[in-house]
């Protein structure tokens, strides 16, 4: 733990946690909690994301209108996000307002009144955020390939949820999913900046009493199992968005940060080899990329391009070859370049206050504490071309690909050719 990291966890289970910034004059201060879309029931898909939203509507004591004005009239931001494993409420203000900011988000979180009216307008809000992922194919195909890889299960379905049930979404699911899994045991109360440890606990222990002394839920998710898939949407579009994904692993697996490192050689950058091979060789899409999504219990790895219809052909294939190649021949110019960008990439984004009190909350909630630099350094310096051949093994073994696309998809080949390749 870095000297300016402190943590603290009181008699109710909240954990809190500064990171020391002192050179600044503004803090960031959040609440995480450990619960997500993972954590949804099917009949209320969508809950997760739809408390997060309401939770800014009024309270017993500000209405909605009032919660706004308050955090700006101090020229601070108030805000909040859903993920599949985490939800976030979190403000940024000047070093001084940080109690404000405390009370607030203590304010949302134990004493919202979802008030039938303001429901139904945020109900009506969600449903064009929804439309709007609709009309976007190159959001859409995320929720798309993550259906596919991961079908009939929590980790495979949308975080928005869909239209019909957010529809018919009630007060009593929201106030239930909020009973089930907003314990203090299951947050950390979060800041960073020029903060004070002391106050921040002092804080904590005065405005979060009123949390449910433990969740109604066990906090336990759907095993993630991973479905070789095959999803073609045929949409009239100027491009088709293609993913194509194989099984992963978790982020407590060994091989965590080669798999990041094997995801920046492939197509991490513009010196990548898909930048590369398929941009500026080929010319076969603008936009072409990897990624390693890893969750509490599993993980995926995919690469998402967009393409002309005609292009498909020659695309996958090379896809396929470049993923292949890394794994047989990778240098070591390659190498270093991609951990010089992981590491930089890393602490260039710790240098705001609110991307600090994100990464420890985040940290707690995954692994219990907080994870120093030099350790996460350490490990990616650790990782060598037996890794990257052992991680590029691991992804492809059995040969299970999923391919999602939307767009004029006809042309595209099909998911066995695909397979085949992988295996040869």
């Not at 997060?52 to 955090?71: N, P």
């Amino acid at each position: 733990m870095t000297e300016n990291t402190q943590i603290t966890t009181l008699d109710n289970g909240l954990r809190i946690a500064t990171v020391s910034m002192p050179s600044v004059q503004t803090a960031s201060v959040g609440v995480w909690v450990d619960a997500g879309a993972r954590h949804e029931q099917p009949e209320v898909n969508g809950v997760a994301h739809m408390l997060e939203h309401m939770a800014f509507k009024g309270t017993q004591r500000r209405s909605a209108r009032g919660i706004a004005e308050e955090i700006e009239t101090v020229g601070g931001q108030l805000n909040a996000y859903t993920s599949r494993e985490n939800t976030a409420y979190y403000a940024r203000v000047l070093a001084d307002d940080l109690p404000l900011a405390t009370d607030l988000i203590a304010d949302i979180l134990q004493h919202s009144t979802f008030e039938p009216d303001e429901l139904e307008r945020e109900r009506g809000v969600i449903l064009q955020e929804i439309g709007q992922t609709l009309d976007t194919p190159d959001d859409l195909i995320f929720d798309l390939f993550q259906e596919t890889a991961f079908p009939g299960q929590s980790l495979g379905r949308s975080i928005l949820g869909p239209a019909d049930i957010v529809q018919g979404m009630s007060r009593e699911e929201l106030t239930g999913y909020m009973a089930e899994h907003y314990a203090p045991e299951r947050m950390v109360l979060s800041a960073a900046g020029k903060v004070d440890h002391s106050q921040l606990v002092d804080l904590g222990s005065r405005l979060f009493q009123k949390l449910p002394a433990t969740a109604s839920g066990n906090g336990n998710i759907e095993a993630g199992t991973y479905a070789r898939g095959d999803l073609r949407k045929d949409r009239e579009l100027e491009q088709v968005h293609l993913i194509l994904g194989l099984p992963a692993f978790s982020y407590h697996d060994d091989d965590f940060y080669a798999l990041q490192i094997y995801s920046a050689m492939l197509g991490g950058g513009m010196s990548s080899r898909l930048f590369q091979e398929v941009r500026e060789k080929r010319g076969l899409a603008y936009s072409v990329f990897s990624f390693a999504a890893c969750y509490k219990d599993t993980g995926v790895f995919a690469i998402y391009a967009g393409t002309g219809e005609e292009q498909t052909p020659e695309l996958v294939p090379v896809l396929c070859d470049e993923l292949l190649g890394l794994m047989n021949q990778a240098s070591d110019q390659e190498l270093s370049r991609a951990k010089a960008q992981l590491k930089a990439s890393m602490m260039m984004g710790l240098e705001s206050c609110f991307a600090q009190s994100e990464d420890i909350a985040r940290q707690l909630l995954i692994f219990g504490r907080r994870i120093p630099q030099e350790e996460t350094i350490a490990e990616i310096d650790a990782v060598d071309a037996q890794a990257i051949k052992r991680v590029g093994e691991r992804l492809i073994e059995g040969a299970r690909p999923t391919l999602a696309a939307i767009g004029p998809v006809s042309k595209l080949p099909s998911l066995d050719s695909v397979e085949r390749r992988l295996a040869a």
